[in-house]
């Protein structure tokens, strides 16, 4: 058997065993993420590895494992810090590959036509901030949104106002200024039907994305 061929046997093995964790929030038996992506890494590495010979093969595989396995377990463990600190807070978090969304609706974040942070929505802040700040190589970006009430050119000025807002108190708890952009994009991405007073109350949202540095 050839050095290529034992390396996808050797990656078929681990992806069959060893690989599945416990949601500790679902109960749900999963494949760790950091498997996942450490496993994709190991693929394209060792393919290339298998091209050298002696010292130049170990320092590709050396390099490759430390970025696949790497990226993924520092978004897993954020991510679960993330979960654990705002269980009960309303904020909803999803995972998109390696970015983590999370997603803060209006009955948390602002009064209604106001940009001005609801004092309840700061201490919701100052927990992702303790995990933000323990985790400083990734990138935030907050987006504003608003429901279609009201003049598009108004529900963009209020939309970025909000976004501003959320991103000047992440700095302002020693969030590094170079990690964070804020910007708003009105009623223009609604997730509900702006017909209903429940799909306008789901648009008028704040969301912030979190994503490893490396990947920019």
Do not use: W
């Not at 999370?102 to 209604?112: K, Q, R, V």
């Not at 919701?124 to 400083?136: A, D, E, K």
């Not at 963009?156 to 106002?161: D, K």
């Not at 109350?201 to 969301?207: A, G, K, S």
């Amino acid at each position: 058997m050839d050095l290529k061929s034992k390396i996808m046997m050797t990656i078929l093995c681990l992806s069959l065993s060893g690989c599945q964790v416990m949601d500790p929030y679902t109960g749900e038996s999963k494949t760790s993420k950091a498997t996942t992506y450490g496993l994709g890494a190991a693929i394209v590495c060792g393919l290339i590895g298998a091209g050298k010979s002696g010292k130049r093969a170990r320092n590709a595989a050396a390099g490759c494992g430390a970025i696949g396995a790497g990226i993924g377990a520092y978004m897993d463990t954020q991510e679960n810090e993330l979960r654990k600190k705002l269980v009960g807070s309303g904020v909803q978090i999803e995972r998109e590959g390696d970015n983590i969304r999370l997603i803060m609706p209006s009955n948390i974040t602002f009064d209604t036509d106001r940009s001005n942070l609801k004092a309840s929505f700061t201490e919701v802040l100052n927990s992702i901030v303790l995990v933000l700040n323990h985790y400083p190589d990734t990138t935030l970006n907050i987006v504003g949104h608003t429901d279609s009430v009201g003049s598009d050119t108004y529900n963009l000025t209020l939309s970025n106002n909000r976004a501003n807002a959320v991103a000047q108190y992440l700095v302002s708890q020693n969030v590094s200024p170079s990690r964070v952009t804020a910007r708003g994009a009105g009623e223009r991405n609604p997730v509900a039907n702006n017909g209903t007073e429940s799909g306008r109350t789901l648009n008028r949202r704040v969301e912030l994305s979190i994503a490893p540095k490396n990947l920019q």
